[in-house]
């Protein structure tokens, strides 16, 4: 787990010390992480939203305990059935920023391959949250197939709603 918070670290530091949103943060996450060749030590599995890796979310939430990280929430209101919507930011806090700077000595080949996987991911332009949901599961989902997949595969490994749009988005760009 200790190498876990060490990567979600290290990820804080790659994108200017904080994340906007939860499966923000999941999806970058898994990015560096499949081009760390770490995919499955972070344990990401199939989820809503894309890959979701429960450890990495438990390391945020050790990161914030140990004061790491500040958590901001925004609230817009409830959904249909009542649940509350909101978004948590997280920002590295003073102490969270000397632990970046211990983590960057510490892991200095993985930190260079994070900066070159980040810097690589901002090149295609300031995602949101939807749009690094899409292309997760549009690329877990090749993976699954062993890089390739027909259309109606996919669909059958997503959701409806965000299949038709990752088909869109394929479509769109190629």
Same mark, same amino acid.
């Given at each position: 787990m200790k190498e876990i918070r060490d990567l979600v670290v290290l990820a804080y530091g790659a994108f200017g010390g904080a994340i906007?949103?939860?499966?923000?943060?999941?999806?970058?996450? @898994?990015? /560096?992480?499949?081009g760390l060749g770490k995919e499955s030590e972070l344990g990401y599995r199939a989820h809503y939203y894309g890959p979701y890796s429960p450890a990495v979310a438990e390391a945020n939430s050790e990161l914030k305990s140990m004061g790491y990280l500040s958590e901001c929430s925004t609230t817009w209101g409830s959904d249909h059935r009542g649940f509350e919507i909101a978004r948590y930011d @997280?920002? /590295?806090?003073?102490?969270g920023l000397r632990l970046l700077i211990r983590k960057k000595k510490e892991h200095s080949d993985m930190w260079r391959k994070i900066e070159r996987l980040s810097d690589m991911m901002k090149s295609a332009g300031d995602l949101n949250y939807w749009e690094l949901s899409i292309a997760a599961k549009a690329y877990f989902i090749l993976r699954k197939h062993g890089g390739q997949?027909?259309?109606?595969?996919i669909?059958?490994?997503?959701?409806?709603t965000s299949a038709?749009?990752?088909t869109e988005l394929v479509i769109s760009t190629g």
């Open positions: 906007s949103g939860k499966t923000n943060l999941q999806k970058k996450v @898994y990015f /560096l992480g499949v @997280y920002d /590295l806090t003073d102490e997949a027909s259309l109606e595969q669909q059958k490994s997503a959701s409806p038709l749009l990752a």
